[in-house]
């Protein structure tokens, strides 16, 4: 299976949604803590290894990247300084990044492209707010500020063009409408910080969260006093959780357990698959919505892993 090096720790990686041997990876120097950043565009090659397209620095650490649903050659990615960069694949290094959004005060930790209307993105950050922005516009077109603590994700509904669901280490998982003031549901979902989230690609009322306390939840937005699963499995904080683009109650979620996981929270014995192939934390993880069954994970031990479900990640 593929494995690529990087020469910082890996934080985040993101399938293209264009194009199936293309992947998006972001890093940061001195675990995040200290230091450069770099972005990295990786092919995938048949029966070869992993090549590098295209290589972006920054002066921070860059902790998520997304793609453009719109344009296939667009990048955007989360800084440690507080931006939101814009990187063009169609131009060469010298000239990106093309745009540079510098609103948030801390650390920007996520950023998540909107996948009905192909226009705006969000990006959430430890100074509390989550943004909404469009590519054309050099300001936000709105923040969002109830959280209480550092904001960690922010994922669009699949479904819906103007909801989202952001997850705070303030331990509550908080549903917006962009069209309302103030957001319209909040899950108290976790007592310990809440790390990720995501939307169910099949039904848009199915949302996961996941926590410090080392559990995955899944929740139906139309009665979310009590989870509809409780997802045990991990040794320690769950980082990021992932739903299947083509199996319903499927996902995947990866751990500072140095694990990634698989899911079928429909089922009694959920957990369905385990991958210990990392040996750092295990921070960033993505299944392909164009090849069913392909995962792409990342984590400090500064190495990329792309393997298809039920193989080895490890294996040549």
């Not at 990247?65 to 667009?74: I, K, M, Q, Y």
């Not at 500072?256 to 991958?275: N, P, Q, S």
Request: overall charge negative; charged content about 20%; hydrophobic content about 40%.
């Amino acid at each position: 299976m593929p494995v690529f090096k990087t020469p910082f720790n890996g934080y985040s990686v993101k399938f293209s949604p264009f194009y199936e041997n293309k992947l998006a990876v972001a890093t940061a120097q001195n675990f995040g803590i200290l230091g450069n950043g770099r972005v990295h565009i990786l092919q995938l090659n048949p029966n070869g290894p992993v090549s590098e397209l295209a290589a972006f620095d920054t002066a921070d650490g860059v902790y998520d990247v997304c793609w453009s649903e719109a344009h296939d050659s667009l990048v955007i990615a989360a800084s440690g300084d507080g931006s939101v960069k814009l990187y063009d694949l169609s131009l060469p290094p010298t000239n990106n990044p093309i745009r540079s959004f510098k609103e948030h005060t801390r650390e920007v930790h996520s950023v998540d492209y909107n996948t009905v209307r192909k226009d705006s993105f969000l990006s959430a950050s430890w100074d509390d707010t989550v943004k909404l922005w469009t590519v054309d516009r050099n300001a936000s077109v709105r923040t969002f500020k109830e959280h209480a603590y550092c904001v960690y994700s922010a994922a669009w509904n699949p479904r819906h063009a103007d909801i989202f669901a952001s997850a705070s280490g303030d331990c509550t998982t908080r549903i917006w409408d962009v069209r309302e003031p103030g957001s319209t549901m909040i899950l108290p979902a976790h007592e310990f910080e809440i790390l990720t989230c995501d939307w169910s690609k099949y039904d848009d009322c199915i949302i996961a969260t996941a926590s410090v306390d080392k559990s995955i939840k899944v929740w139906d937005v139309r009665n979310y006093r009590v989870p509809i699963a409780v997802l045990n499995g991990h040794g320690y904080a769950v980082r990021k959780v992932r739903f299947s683009p083509h199996r319903a109650s499927a996902m995947v979620s990866c751990s500072y357990d140095m694990t990634v996981c698989m899911w079928d929270y429909m089922v009694e014995d959920a957990l369905i698959g385990r991958y210990d192939h990392h040996t750092e934390f295990a921070v960033g993880v993505d299944m392909s919505v164009l090849v069913e069954g392909l995962l792409a994970s990342t984590g400090w031990d500064e190495l990329v892993y792309v393997w298809q479900h039920g193989m080895d990640p490890r294996a040549s």
